[in-house]
Each structure stands twice: as C-alpha cells, then as structure tokens.
C-alpha cells in the first residue's frame, strides 16, 4: 500500500557488547545512524550478571546526544530513578516481574523520563495490560535477560504481536521494543509482528562497522513492514 511505510522504526545499540573501556568510543561509532542507545542496568540480583550504574550513564552523558534508553535489570529499581535522571537518562524501564509496578511508572514519569515496562519470555502479557496506558515504551523481551549474544526466542512471536493488537486497542501510542537476539532475520519478524524499536547488541558492535550494522538493521525492519 503506498504511503504505509511512513512508520519510524529506531535502532537501539545495546552497550552490553561494546568494549566497556572504550564506552564513548562506541556510543560515537553509532551515532551517525541512530539517535538511541540501550543502556544494560544489570544488579547481580534479577539476574546473574552485574553491569552499569549511574557513575557510567553520567561519565557517557557529555560523550552522547542519543537518546539514553535505560533498561533496569533490577530488584529494587526505585530506589535509584533519580540518580538515573539526574545521571542524565530519558527513558526507564523497569520489569514487571519486580512488583509495585504501577507507582514505579508513575515515579519515572514524575521524574520527567519516558516510562517503560518490560517482560520475561516467561511472563504472559496478561501482567502487563493493566499497565499499557502509563506506558511510552513496552519491553518484550525475547531472550532471558542477562548476557548479550543468546539466540532468540521464536516463541515469544506470538506475544509480540498480541501486545500490538493490545496497544491498538485501545488507541494508545505505545512503541513496543523487542530486545535479545536481534539480528538478520530476527530483525523482519519482530517488526512484523509489532515492534518498532529494535534493541541490537552483538549484531552491531561485533559487526565490523557498527554505523553500517546499524542501518541494515532499519532497512530490514522499514522492508518488513512496507
Ligand atoms: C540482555 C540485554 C540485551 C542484550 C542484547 O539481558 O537486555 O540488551 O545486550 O544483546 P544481543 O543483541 O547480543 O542479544
Ligand atoms: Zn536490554
């Protein structure tokens, strides 16, 4: 249909995959092809692994004018919304599965950030719906959070596309994101089903141009949905 490829779709560089000792280097490299970047807040607690606090978003801040997409792997993620905000984050998200979801979101929009939700494979949509309307951003993840590199989840497709039914719904604008084992392939189908915001991370900083990775990846996702 012409004019139905109008719809933006964003590339969202996960830094899990870069080289953390050379973090503005790589938020440098991908910043001629997009203006998002996905940063992995990870606790060793809601998951087995440990990343990135507050002391780093603010150390990239001056480095970056992307869009600083920050993904809470955490168990208590309200206790640090305003360090994040004032380390100079514009978008949290936080997981469902933590619990008193609703005054979270409330709290980062508070705070004057974009609010986020996001879920485990294992999590039904069901968990989330009540929450779609306090939502600029919901999170499906297709792997089980906690490393780069892991192969998706085919089996989340179908809750893919059940969350975009939802949104649509009920009118709301709410871009669905799609994080873990994006990649050639993946990339088409989680646009078909309904995301619009692609997180990538070793398909573009193990790539051996980041920028150009970059801009396969949205040409395959504006491709799949024209
Ligand atoms: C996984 C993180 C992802 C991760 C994706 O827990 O939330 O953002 O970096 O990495 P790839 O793209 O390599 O699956
Ligand atoms: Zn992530």
């Known amino acids: 249909m012409p004019g139905a490829s109008a719809e933006q779709v964003h590339i969202a560089p996960s830094l899990l995959s870069a080289d953390f000792g050379r ?6 490299a991908v910043a001629p092809a997009t203006d998002w970047l996905h940063l992995d807040v ?6 087995p692994n440990l990343t990135i606090g507050p002391p780093v978003v603010a150390s990239l801040r001056p480095h970056s004018a992307a869009l600083f997409d920050c993904h809470l792997m955490m168990t208590n993620p309200g206790e640090f919304l305003a360090a994040f905000r004032d380390a ?3 978008s949290v998200t936080v997981h469902v599965e933590v619990g008193d979801t609703a005054a979270l979101l409330e709290e980062i929009r508070r705070l004057g950030m974009r609010a986020g939700l996001a879920l485990n494979p294992d999590t039904p949509l069901a968990a989330v719906e009540e929450h779609l309307a306090a939502l600029d951003l ?3 993840m297709t792997v089980f959070p906690g490393f780069g590199g892991q192969a998706f989840m085919e089996e989340v497709l179908p809750k893919i596309a059940a969350a975009r039914r939802a949104i649509d719904e009920r009118g709301l604008h ?5 994080d873990g084992g994006i990649a050639e392939g993946t990339v088409e189908k ?4 309904g995301a619009r915001v692609f997180v990538a991370g070793s398909a573009i900083f193990h790539a051996p141009d980041p920028a150009a990775a970059v801009r396969d990846l949205e040409r ?7």
């Not at 709410?174 to 799609?178: A, D, F, S, T, Y």
């Open 190 to 193: 989680t646009a078909r089903a």
């Open 23 to 28: 973090l503005a280097q790589a938020a440098a």
């Open 88 to 90: 100079g984050a514009n």
């Open 174 to 178: 709410v871009l669905i994101e799609v």
């Open 42 to 47: 990870m606790d060793g607690h809601f998951v």
């Open 220 to 226: 395959r996702a504006l491709d799949a949905i024209a």
């Open 138 to 140: 919901l999170l499906v």
